[in-house]
């Protein structure tokens, strides 16, 4: 460890000369023991980088100069130590070419110079072990032999440690983190929990990352700790193990200088996937960010990432948790998601509730049989309402009640009641109305009417990127609000008009089609979609249709959306 030997006195202010070379001889061979196990252990690999290495020696074989994994690292042994390491021990901040730390009351922000949203061009997968798709890139296992040798071998800029970024000596080291994924989890009476080993070795500037990535997966402690040997676990381990190691300076390495053939004696593939060259500067990925891995049946995954960006991290994780459940079996590739979408509508500024009216005036009342189901939750009104107990800002009303913003009242039957903000109006089926604030015009309220009828939509296994959170969000944001300005407001009606009256039923290319849509524009059987449909050009529209379409000034058709959307 480096310590000091203990020092001994002949005599100390708390104890006689013997008492303190009694310590010294019982504590002294103790620190030279573990010091002799330090320098032993220094060039020694831990079991999971054995895995590794041998997977490359294996996978390599054949190739001359097989790069071999750094024998000393700084090991993340604890979670927190990545948070620690990436700020100057005497600043809030840390700056570099790749990424910006900020200390924070909360913890720590961390801005990577790429922040990208693309992975066109970023997956090169390693030949000679599973299939390669067809939309990744093939690279020749000399070429990935090359590209990871230069990867543990980086500027001396890149190891330094950003927790001594502001000292005169400055340390330098890989940082490397064990982190064992989830990929069964545990289900009583059926699976065993089971996990992957994946480690991560990057450059110490780079220790950002490992924060980031600790955070999400968790920290599986000393890698040479026999009680962190995965193998030794046999039952709780899946039997795959992957590296990432981090290397953003590849995207300055030239294809040439890596091996790549000449454009002349390259394949019709490598010149597809650009792993030839024909101008010698020519850079590997055109110097762009990218992703390589070698990995076969056996399971185990190499992979170098010419990139910071954070994400490229996370998802390299994830996919190696794939593999380990496409290769383990009896595990779903990934992990299920979705949304319960209740549907809601923009009613405008008056609105009558007609989606549960009762067949008959001498049916039952229906608020008044709500209650009666449950009398301890609501407080019925002899005027015909009620509000619930325990949530007082729920208000039950009579179905066909009518709400208005220009009175802000609800009427039903010969009841008026204060239509407020805040509330929400519930009728006996559910479905329920509240006033709301137009979106980016905060001066302005509009009634929102949503259904108590739920759309369940659900993706039982699918991929990072897969759309996921996607299903869940409003499309508002795909909806563009603000002002229709009109120069002369009698004429341009005119032409609204004109394009309201006219007959659309001829509008298709196939003639069997003609006549069988005589929808108005203005009918309630036609949404606003279907009014914006009819006015954009298609190919199942006749040439002379879509001919009128394109003659028609953009702020006429939005008039006539204007006017469709508030029509009633």
């Known amino acids: 460890l480096g310590l000091p030997p203990v020092a001994t006195t002949a005599s100390g202010a708390n104890g006689s000369a013997g008492e303190q070379n009694g310590a010294g001889d019982l504590v002294t061979p103790i620190l030279a023991r573990q010091r002799e196990l330090s320098r032993r252990l220094a060039d020694r690999l831990p079991p999971v980088d054995e895995r590794v290495e041998a997977f490359l020696e294996s996978y390599l074989q054949g190739i001359e100069d097989i790069p071999r994994l750094p024998r000393r690292t700084f090991t993340l042994d604890k979670p927190g130590l990545a948070r620690t390491l990436s700020l100057p021990v ?132 000393d890698p040479y700790l026999p009680e962190n ?23 300055t390495v030239t294809k040439q200088s890596l091996g790549l053939p000449h454009r002349d004696d390259a394949t019709e593939r490598q010149i597809r996937d650009g792993m030839c060259w024909s101008d010698p500067a020519e850079r590997y990925n055109d110097g762009k960010a990218f992703k390589v891995c ?29 593999m380990s459940a496409n290769l383990l079996g009896g595990a779903e590739e990934e992990h299920s998601g979705g949304a319960t979408i209740f549907p809601a509508w923009n009613e405008g500024q008056e609105f009558t509730n ?32 009620a509000r619930n107990t325990a949530h007082p800002e729920l208000v039950l009303v009579p179905s066909e009640a009518h709400f208005s913003l220009r009175t802000r009242s609800i009427t039903f039957g010969d009841t008026e009641i204060p239509f407020r903000g805040g509330t929400t109006y519930l009728d006996p089926t559910g479905f329920r109305v509240e006033m709301k604030q137009v979106r980016e015009i905060p001066v302005q309220w509009t009634i929102i009417g949503t ?12 991929v990072s990127g897969g759309g996921k959170s996607e299903i869940s969000k409003s499309i508002a944001d795909a909806i563009t609000i603000g002002q229709a300005y009109v120069s002369d407001f009698d004429r341009e009606l005119d032409e609204v008009a004109a394009l309201i009256d006219r007959d659309y039923s001829n509008r298709f ?58 029509y009633k």
């Open 90 to 221: 005497d600043q809030d901040h840390y700056r570099s070419e790749l990424i910006t730390s900020y200390r924070l009351e909360n913890g720590v922000l961390h801005n990577p110079a790429n922040d990208r949203r693309t992975t066109a061009g970023v997956f090169h997968i390693a030949e000679g072990g599973l299939p390669i798709p067809d939309d990744k890139k093939a690279v020749p296992r000399e070429v990935f032999a090359n590209l990871l040798a230069r990867a543990l071998t980086p500027p001396a800029a890149a190891l330094e440690l950003p927790i001594t970024a502001t000292q005169d000596d400055k340390a330098s080291a890989f940082v490397s983190l064990l982190m064992r994924p989830l990929v069964v989890p545990a289900v009583l009476g059926h699976t065993r929990e089971r996990r992957l080993e994946t480690r991560f070795i990057v450059p110490g500037s780079m220790v950002a990352n490992l924060d980031f990535v600790e955070g999400i997966f968790g920290n599986a402690g």
């Open 451 to 462: 259904s108590a009828a739920a759309t369940v939509c659900h993706k039982p296994s699918t």
């Open 294 to 322: 070698a990995r076969d049946e056996r399971g185990v995954m190499v992979t170098v990432i010419a990139d910071n960006y954070f994400g490229y991290c996370k998802k390299e994780v994830k996919t190696q948790i794939s």
């Open 354 to 385: 007609r989606y549960a009216p009762r067949t008959s005036p001498d049916d039952p009342d229906p608020v008044q049989g709500v209650v009666d189901r449950d009398p301890d939750a609501w407080v019925l009104d002899p005027a015909g309402w």
């Open 509 to 566: 290319a196939d003639a069997d089609r003609n006549g069988s849509d005589h929808r108005s524009i203005l009918s309630a059987e036609r949404s606003i979609g279907s009014v914006i449909k009819l006015f954009t050009p298609r190919a199942e529209y006749s040439a002379e249709h879509n001919d009128f379409i394109r003659s028609v000034p953009a702020h006429i058709r939005e008039l006539v959306y204007v006017i469709k959307v508030a």
């Open 229 to 251: 040997d995965s193998a030794l676990d046999p039952l709780g381990w899946t039997g795959h193990t992957g590296l990432v190691v981090l290397a953003p300076h590849l995207v």
